[in-house]
């Protein structure tokens, strides 16, 4: 998606470890213009017809997947990240690993609001080595639904955690795929 | 707000301990339509042609603010909860209380995303004891920005956050403020 990536281009910035800081309109002050777009270009690519909820991580990719319920008139479930030993009883769980935190986090989501009757599209705002992403197919396959596919904004290719979704035949779209960052240079995949 | 107070009756769950669990429309399943409608409700109590930024906290405030930032054609800009020690400069910062997780939190964001120009409409999900909204208000004066009003979709009004706020003269509007509850008895506050 050419808006995006000129976007990054533009706004990014590369910080030494191979972080790319998109914090300008993506996942801290949030331009909910450009989400629409992003919205409405995962719509090309995934029958929205079919799809029945939408579900994300928090806590970044709320924003962005809020603006893709609205946009196509879908429910959302963000699933919440656990902070205590203490959590009720009902929900789905799928422990990952956060490179953020560098420790174990449980994504929780409650059984209530996912069915096995679900097709589900999964939104993100990035992707680096998946974890996140591998939490979410754990909780989808944990209430017997179907995925129809997982659409991510910005997907760091060079840590691997996409193409080992792509190799497992999910269905996912991503729409600036950085295939290596230094500053000055970011070189994105050819679509 | 009569609809919001028609979904909180209908859907919403009393807990032991005052909790009022509204999870299946407003903060974890997310129901934008309803949350679309509260965003035109705030738009009849703030003047949104002076407001040039929303701001709210990660993670539950998330999704309704950005729908109203859509809403309205305006930025947002969530803070973040810091979960570590190691937080890079150039951040306002403000430690909170964290009810829900017993300890304290900070809640920071980055300055590059607010300055004093702005003119800062504060939107959450929920208030109870008001801590995440000192915290925003404490980052709003920081910036040197305006703080233009505070407004929030359900207000547990028997926790005093709202009142301390209104008593502060801050312009807060809140959509439901549920002055007690207990299982099948809800009542809110007049408006």
């Known amino acids: 998606m050419q808006e995006l990536k000129d976007r990054i281009v533009k706004e990014g910035k590369v910080l030494p470890g191979n972080i790319i800081k998109v914090d300008g309109f993506l996942n801290h002050r949030i331009d909910t213009v450009l989400m629409d777009h992003i919205a409405e270009e995962f719509g090309k690519h995934f029958n929205m017809d079919e799809v029945t909820l939408l579900l994300t991580a928090e806590a970044s990719g709320i924003a962005l997947a809020t603006v893709c319920a609205h946009h196509f008139g879908k429910p959302l479930v963000f699933a919440k990240k656990a902070k205590s030993d203490n959590i009720e009883g009902g929900l789905y769980r799928s422990d990952i690993f956060s490179y953020t935190y560098k420790k174990k986090v449980t994504l929780i989501a409650a059984k209530e609001w996912i069915s096995s009757d679900d097709k589900i599209l999964i939104i993100d705002d ?29 997907e760091k290719g060079f840590q691997g955690g996409g193409d080992r979704l792509r190799a497992a035949g999910v269905n996912i779209k991503s729409l600036a795929i950085i295939d290596s960052c230094e500053p000055g240079n970011i070189v994105f995949r050819e679509d």
Do not use: K
Request: overall charge negative; some cysteine.
């Open 126 to 154: 990035f992707m680096a080595n998946g974890e996140a992403m591998r939490g979410l197919i754990d909780i989808v396959n944990s209430a017997g639904a179907e995925l129809v596919g997982v659409g991510c904004a910005v």
